[in-house]
């Protein structure tokens, strides 16, 4: 009899925890900064990674903040270090919502330019 409860509650609790390990995208709004501690390079575009809010990665080391337009595509990105601003990415579009390039400001104030 034992037996069979735990296998049913097994069975029960199964969706609840496959669907915990998953990660669902957040909302964007525009404007608005998200947050992460973690982020990837893709095709010379800083992405963020699993979003968090900011008492979570304000603690770390480094952290990494994002902003968003309505297009939902990323206009400036930053890297922090200790509090910092170590790095920060700034990127522009044409009419039709393609990217053209990236500004990168270092922590020294030097500026450069990637064009896509």
Sequence with gaps: MQKFILTIC???AAPAVLYAGK???YEIKAGMSYYS???????????L???????????NYNYYEAVFDSQEQIIV????????????ETYFYD???KRIKKEIKSSDGSISTVVF
Excluded at 37 to 47: K, L, V
């Design 10 to 12: 097994i069975i029960l």
């Design 23 to 25: 990660f669902e995208p």
């Design 37 to 47: 501690d973690e982020y990837a390079i893709t095709n010379g575009i800083s992405e």
């Design 49 to 59: 990674g699993e979003e968090k809010n900011f008492e979570e990665v304000y603690q």
């Design 77 to 88: 990105f930053k890297a922090f270090k200790q509090g910092v601003v170590e790095f920060s």
């Design 95 to 97: 009419e039709d919502g």
